[in-house]
């Protein structure tokens, strides 16, 4: 769907829904989400196993994958969004809520061949401007994940690096090879 005009958030919600997801920058400008690739898919999966595996027993926390947010004036869909176990919006019958009006504690964004890696950087900038602890933004292209917290430097992660989530997960670290390994199917 191509639409030239900016939309406001309320006419934007108002759309009917798309597949691959439309969502709708805090200017007004709508995009299209591109279509998840193979590794893309694979390191999305795998970052929701394991902090679901670490974090849901515990009562900690959710990973979702591709769950639209609505924050700030704008609509996304990060490749996971992690949301702190008393964060999570629920009906009043106790259920996980459809609509999260509210930032994520952290958002993931997984680099696809054809995605700006500048225009990811700039949302994730945009996530920890807004609202959302940390933003990670995962490229297997060059194999490094880069960790966006509020009023600290962007870091650049690599190797056998820590990918920490701070208080959202405490106790909880995944190493940017080990996140990456999912990529090797072992015959």
């Keep these: 769907m191509a639409i030239t005009q900016r939309l406001t958030l309320d006419e934007f919600l108002a759309l009917p829904a798309e597949e691959p997801a439309l969502e709708l920058e805090p200017d007004g400008t709508v995009v299209q989400k591109v279509s998840p690739q193979g590794q893309h898919s694979r390191l999305q999966l795998a970052l929701c196993e394991q902090i679901n595996r670490f974090a849901e027993g515990r009562r900690l926390a959710l990973a979702f994958p591709e769950l639209r947010v609505v924050f700030g004036a704008a609509a996304y869909v990060p490749d996971v969004s992690v949301f702190r176990w008393d964060r999570i919006p629920r009906t009043v019958d106790g259920d996980v809520a459809n609509v999260f009006g509210t930032p994520p504690d952290v958002a993931v964004e997984i680099v696809s061949p054809e995605q700006s890696t500048n225009a990811l950087v700039r949302r994730c ?37 820590r990918i920490e989530f701070g208080s959202v997960l405490p106790g909880f670290a995944i190493g940017v090879s080990e996140l990456f390994r999912a990529l090797r199917l072992e015959p």
């Design 125 to 161: 900038l945009w996530y920890v401007d807004n609202g959302v602890d940390t933003a990670l933004l995962v490229d297997p292209a060059d194999r490094s994940v880069v960790r966006f917290v509020q009023d600290q430097t962007a870091r650049v992660l690599r190797g056998d690096e």
